[in-house]
C-alpha cells in the first residue's frame, strides 16, 4: 500500500492565481480530511469528507472547495490565491475508528 | 473536545525513557486519549490512543490516571529518530454525531532527544 499521497509536494503560486491539491489513497477509507499547517503552529481542519459524494466544512473553510467523486481521491481546490493561503497542506484518512493516516503534504507559498 | 495542556517542549537522553505527560481536566466519559508525532516537515503520525486503561503498542506505551484527568505517553528507548513534536489529543471515537469529524492540534511538545 502507497497510503495517502499528495500531489505537489511544493508549489508557488501568484496572488489571484489558483490550483488543484491532489490526494489519493488506496486503504479503502470513507473518511477523507485536509488539514493547513501554518508555520509553528498546529494543525486546522478545511474540510473533511465522510464517503463519496459527500463533503463538509472544517474550521477554517473559506478559500477552498473540495470533491470526492470517488473514495480514493479527494481533490482541494483554491480559488483565488491570497497570501494568507501560504501553508503545509496535509491530507489523511481514516479507518472507521480513529486512526488517521497523513499524507506527506503539500508546502505552498503564495506570493 | 476536551482541550488539553502540554508542556512547551522536553529533552531526553538517547537510551532513556522520554515521560510526555498531558493533561486533559475536562475529558468526558466517551472520549479517548490519541498521541499523534510529527516529525520535522513531515505529515502527523498516530502512536497510540486509550479510553481508561493504560495500553501499550510496539511504539509506545500510555499510561492513564484513574481519574482520566491526565496522561503520560512512554517511549520507552528514546533514539534520536524519536526527536519530534508530539500531539495529545482528546476525542471521542469513531462518528461525532456533529459538527467537524477532524482531529483538534494544539502546539503540542516539542520532544528533543540529545545524544
Known amino acids: 500500500n502507497a497510503g495517502v499521497t499528495q500531489t505537489p509536494k511544493f508549489r508557488i503560486l501568484k496572488i489571484g492565481q489558483s490550483m488543484t491539491l491532489q490526494c489519493t489513497q488506496d486503504?479503502?477509507?470513507?473518511?477523507m480530511y485536509w488539514y493547513r499547517q501554518d508555520p509553528g503552529m498546529g494543525l486546522k481542519l478545511i474540510y473533511y469528507?465522510?464517503?463519496?459524494?459527500?463533503?463538509d466544512k472544517g474550521e477554517v473553510p473559506n478559500g477552498y472547495n473540495v470533491s470526492r467523486s470517488t473514495t480514493e481521491d479527494f481533490p482541494l481546490r483554491l480559488e483565488l490565491a491570497a497570501p494568507s493561503q501560504t501553508s503545509v497542506y496535509f491530507c489523511?484518512?481514516?479507518?472507521?475508528?480513529?486512526?488517521?493516516?497523513f499524507g506527506p503534504g503539500t508546502r505552498l507559498t503564495v506570493t | 473536545d476536551a482541550k488539553t495542556t502540554q508542556p512547551t517542549s522536553m529533552d531526553c537522553a538517547e537510551g532513556r525513557a522520554a515521560n510526555l505527560p498531558c493533561n486533559h481536566s475536562?475529558?468526558?466519559?466517551?472520549?479517548?486519549v490519541y498521541w499523534y508525532r510529527q516529525i520535522h516537515s513531515q505529515g502527523p503520525q498516530y502512536i497510540i490512543h486509550?479510553?481508561?486503561n493504560n495500553e501499550t503498542n510496539e511504539m509506545a506505551s500510555l499510561i492513564i490516571t484513574e481519574d482520566r484527568k491526565s496522561s503520560t505517553l512512554i517511549l520507552p528507548h528514546a533514539t534520536l529518530r524519536d526527536t519530534a513534536v508530539y500531539y495529545c489529543?482528546?476525542?471521542?471515537?469513531?462518528?461525532?454525531?456533529?459538527?467537524?469529524?477532524?482531529?483538534?492540534f494544539g502546539k503540542g511538545t516539542h520532544l528533543i532527544i540529545q545524544p
Open positions: 489523511a484518512s481514516r479507518t472507521n475508528f480513529y486512526e488517521q493516516y
Open positions: 486503504m479503502n477509507h470513507n473518511y
Open positions: 469528507s465522510v464517503g463519496a459524494g459527500i463533503t
Open positions: 475536562t475529558i468526558s466519559g466517551n472520549e479517548y
Open positions: 486509550g479510553l481508561k
Open positions: 489529543i482528546v476525542r471521542v471515537a469513531g462518528d461525532s454525531g456533529g459538527g467537524a469529524d477532524g482531529l483538534t
